[in-house]
């Protein structure tokens, strides 16, 4: 019985993941710039990862956990989706009050905000004209940007410091979710 209740809840922290991943999948897939950096390699080896470990969890091909970052408790909920839809264009005072309580809670799905605007930075990026072959090599830099560490609980997240030389990178370590 109780690896059946075990087996049970791996099935819906399963199904929860791949849900997300497509809600992510979706999201990026609209857009102009991220979907080259987030393209459907590394979005289909992190639905293989979740398929095939147990307990669910894309620590190779996704360790900083960004597809976490994207998740949210109320995506897909009608009252919430319109509600939420209200306030970003500005129309508060229309959203009823257990539906504000909720927004305020909740907050509003990463999906509708973060990525729109990661994309315009990405864009912006891009369109730099300025030393382009250095523009080129940051941006690779972005899609290499997260190194697990074999053998440990540990990720490396390397980002390159605006304000420091170009060929210096700055690493920070970080806890690698379980």
């Known amino acids: 019985m109780a690896d059946s209740d075990a087996d049970s809840r791996i099935a819906a922290v399963r199904a929860e993941l791949l849900e997300n991943l497509t809600a992510l999948r979706r999201a990026v897939s609209a857009t ?3 979907k080259n950096l987030l393209d ?3 979005l289909e080896a992190i639905a293989e990862e979740i ?3 147990s307990p669910p969890h894309p620590a190779m091909s996704d360790p900083s956990g960004f597809l976490y970052d994207f998740m949210h408790p109320l995506r897909g909920v009608d009252w919430f989706e319109k509600a939420q839809q209200l306030m970003l264009e500005g129309r508060l005072a229309e959203v009823d009050e257990d539906s504000k309580f909720a927004l305020w809670m909740a907050g509003i799905d990463p999906l ?3 990525i729109p605007r990661l994309d315009e930075r990405v864009q912006a990026l891009s369109a730099v004209r300025f030393k382009p072959g250095q523009v080129k090599a940051k941006l ?4 290499a940007s997260t190194v697990p560490v074999a ?3 540990r990720t490396y997240r390397i980002r390159a410091s605006a304000a420091s030389h170009p060929r210096v ?3 920070e370590r970080r806890r690698t979710p379980p």
Request: aromatic content about 4%; hydrophobic content about 40%; some cysteine.
């Open 32 to 34: 102009a710039a991220l």
């Open 169 to 171: 990178l700055r690493c």
């Open 51 to 53: 398929r095939n470990s």
């Open 40 to 42: 459907d390699g590394w």
């Open 112 to 114: 509708r905000t973060i």
């Open 140 to 143: 690779a830099e972005v899609m």
């Open 151 to 153: 053998g440990t609980e």
